[in-house]
């Protein structure tokens, strides 16, 4: 596994996310301050709202922007089956015959990339689910605690 193609592949993800939030910012500051916008009377809050909508995409701009700083730091370390996982772990977990991949990543939880066949899902140790991984090894048979359930997986891969 190439993990440098993997970050890579993270990357271009987030990097995409943010031209989306960038125009939407932009159009959102647009229509705030719109002469079509400026309230007709004390109930109209079109401008108000629309003002909201901006600031929420430009908070998720800085997480963005943030997510791609972290990302671009991260090494592209190699874990052997010995290697407790951490930030920057490939981990592939079994639970009966479905496997799930993640890449534990220091910000942008939840976010999905195709990578060598499989969806990969990137997953912080701020999360349920990373919080359990970190520290584990391959081979390993951990009981997860997940919302509304609790299962057994065992960590195939760690790379």
């Given at each position: 596994?190439?993990?440098?193609?993997?970050?890579?592949?993270?990357?271009?993800?987030?990097?995409?996310?943010?031209?989306?939030?960038?125009?939407?910012?932009?159009?959102?500051?647009?229509?705030?301050?719109?002469?079509?916008?400026?309230?007709?009377?004390?109930?109209?809050?079109?401008?108000?709202e629309a003002s909201y909508l901006?600031?929420?995409?430009?908070?998720?701009?800085?997480?963005l922007e943030a997510a791609l700083?972290?990302?671009?730091?991260?090494?592209?370390?190699?874990?052997?089956?010995?290697?407790?996982?951490?930030?920057?772990?490939f981990v592939e977990l079994q639970?009966?015959?479905?496997?799930?991949?993640?890449?534990?990543?220091?910000?942008?939880?939840?976010?999905?990339?195709?990578?060598?066949?499989?969806?990969?899902?990137?997953?912080?140790?701020?999360?349920?689910?990373?919080?359990?991984?970190?520290?584990?090894?391959?081979?390993?048979?951990?009981?997860?605690?997940?919302?509304?359930?609790?299962?057994?997986?065992?960590?195939?891969?760690?790379?």
């Open positions: 596994m190439n993990k440098r193609n993997l970050i890579q592949a993270v990357l271009a993800k987030l990097a995409e996310e943010l031209q989306v939030y960038l125009k939407a910012a932009h159009a959102s500051r647009e229509e705030a301050t719109h002469e079509s916008s400026k309230a007709e009377n004390k109930y109209d809050t079109r401008g108000l901006a600031r929420g995409q430009s908070q998720q701009i800085a997480e700083l972290e990302f671009q730091k991260l090494a592209d370390r190699e874990f052997t089956a010995e290697a407790p996982i951490d930030v920057g772990a639970q009966g015959r479905e496997r799930t991949h993640y890449l534990i990543g220091p910000r942008a939880g939840g976010t999905e990339v195709e990578f060598d066949g499989h969806e990969v899902i990137v997953i912080t140790p701020q999360s349920p689910l990373g919080g359990q991984l970190v520290g584990s090894k391959q081979g390993d048979v951990l009981q997860l605690t997940l919302p509304g359930s609790k299962d057994k997986y065992r960590v195939v891969k760690v790379a």
